[in-house]
């Protein structure tokens, strides 16, 4: 199975990709964790991509689709993947389309996680000071400044993606209601998946 969950920043992407990793047994392909690896790492596009995640922009298409071209040809992905947090614009959705094709490989389903922007914010600074009081390590972008750059840019960029897949795609976009509690939100994707 080859999902992609869409959604605006602290919609609960990955909290929803890490359920369906476990009943699925597919891989999650997140390319936030893997630039922020990269950073972690000093690697060449980690250096390229740091100061722009910091500030919440978007990392250049060229860079995340060629993260994601390695990373599908690997064995783990054979029996299928959830992307979380690509395609994150119309460009990557495309460049994604033609990578699938190549390979003679199919989506299944798209599903969108909607959240308001003023929830998304609450989130965020719960995400923060949650990570605090835990002695973890705040994420660069996980602060009010950062997350209005990254709701703008969802708002500009990422959600003509789903309308990108509504008329690319027909029948393989869902939406959701991710404002539900997070159960709530999982039975809505198993009902969706299977
Ligand atoms: P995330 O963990 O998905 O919220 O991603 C964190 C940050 O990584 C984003 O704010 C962007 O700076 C960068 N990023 C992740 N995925 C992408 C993508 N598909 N395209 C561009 N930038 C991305």
Not at 18 to 23: D, F, T, Y
Not at 108 to 118: F, G, N, R, T
Request: aromatic share 4%; with cysteine.
């Amino acid at each position: 199975m080859r999902l992609i969950l869409l959604g605006p920043p602290g919609a609960g992407k990955g909290t929803q990709a890490a359920r369906i990793v476990e009943s699925k047994n597919i891989v999650q392909l997140s390319t936030g964790d893997m630039l922020r690896a990269a950073v972690k790492a000093e690697t060449a596009v980690g250096l390229q991509a740091k100061a722009v995640m910091a500030a919440g922009g978007l990392v250049s298409d060229d860079i995340v689709v060629g993260i994601i071209a390695d990373r599908i040809k690997d064995a783990d992905c054979k029996n299928g993947f959830i992307l979380d947090g690509f395609p994150r614009t119309v460009a990557q959705a495309q460049s994604l389309d033609k990578m699938l094709k190549s390979k003679k490989l199919k989506l299944d389903y798209v599903i969108e996680l909607k959240v308001d922007d003023a929830q998304l914010i609450a989130r965020v600074e719960n995400r923060a000071s949650e990570t605090l009081r835990a002695g973890g390590v705040v994420r660069a972008d996980d602060n009010a400044e950062a997350m209005k750059v990254r709701l703008s840019n969802y708002h500009t960029q990422t959600a003509p993606v789903s309308n990108y897949y509504k008329t690319e795609h027909k029948n393989m976009l869902r939406e959701i209601n991710g404002m539900m509690p997070i159960d709530d939100v999982t039975l809505a994707v198993n009902k969706i998946i299977g």
